[in-house]
T-cell receptor, first 110, second 113 residues
Framework: GQSLEQPSEVTAVEGAIVQINCTYQ??????LSWYQQHDGGAPTFLSY????GLEETGRFSSFLSRSDSYGYLLLQELQMKDSASYFCAGPPGGGNKLTFGTGTQLKVEL | DADVTQTPRNRITKTGKRIMLECSQTKGHDRMYWYRQDPGLGLRLIYYSFDVKDINKGEISDGYSVSRQAQAKFSLSLESAIPNQTALYFC????????????FGSGTQLSVL
């Protein structure tokens, strides 16, 4: 089986930088994705790391270390609109059906 | 118009009733999925289909069935609804590219009384 673990909640102030971690336990792991979900909304794709290292997309960056079974999402210059839940997700054994972590609720405060 | 459309948006039903949630997509994707979301439990996969003749169980398929009527349509049925099936249900599609980027519908909030 596969499990992905995230902190349940993170709070940060507007303008700050926040890191949301994801650790996973699986065999044959093939990359890590991140999704954002606002309250009452649908999850939307943010990023995907197939290889180790950092991927940057604007204010958001995502990192993967396959040797450490660990990844994170980094959000810079936080804005109030970044308040949402963030999910890491991964495919087991190359089967290409995503399993999601339990999600991290990010609260951005003034 | 939305690329992935779910109907209904909200549904209240009673224990024992059979209900169907529908999903249609205009993205031309072969892969379609049904997920369930409960508070604190993230998204859990119910069923998925990689093409019209392909149906696969996910991690929580008991009590559910699906039908892939066409490439664009994938419906989820609850044969005899029970209260612990109260949840937010999402349909999603993908083109199967690396990373399995999913496109989600707006969700159906189901309440079973």
């Amino acid at each position: 089986g596969q499990s992905l673990e995230q902190p349940s909640e993170v709070t940060a102030v507007e303008g700050a930088i926040v890191q949301i971690n994801c650790t996973y336990q699986t065999s044959g792991f093939y990359g890590l994705s991140w999704y954002q979900q606002h309250d009452g909304g649908a999850p939307t794709f943010l990023s995907y790391n197939a290889l180790d290292g950092l991927e940057e997309t604007g204010r958001f960056s995502s990192f993967l270390s396959r040797s450490d079974s660990y990844g994170y999402l980094l959000l810079q210059e936080l804005q109030m609109k970044d308040s949402a839940s963030y999910f890491c997700a991964g495919p087991p054994g190359g089967g290409n059906k995503l399993t999601f972590g339990t999600g991290t609720q990010l609260k951005v405060e003034l | 118009d939305a690329d992935v459309t779910q109907t209904p948006r909200n549904r209240i039903t009673k224990t024992g009733k059979r209900i169907m949630l529908e999903c249609s997509q205009t993205k031309g994707h072969d892969r379609m999925y049904w997920y369930r979301q409960d508070p604190g439990l993230g998204l859990r996969l119910i069923y998925y289909s990689f093409d019209v003749k392909d149906i696969n169980k996910g991690e929580i398929s008991d009590g559910y069935s699906v039908s892939r009527q066409a490439q664009a349509k994938f419906s989820l049925s609850l044969e005899s609804a029970i209260p612990n099936q109260t949840a937010l249900y999402f349909c999603a599609t993908s083109d199967g590219s690396t990373g399995e980027k999913l496109f989600f519908g707006s969700g159906t909030q189901l309440s079973v009384l």
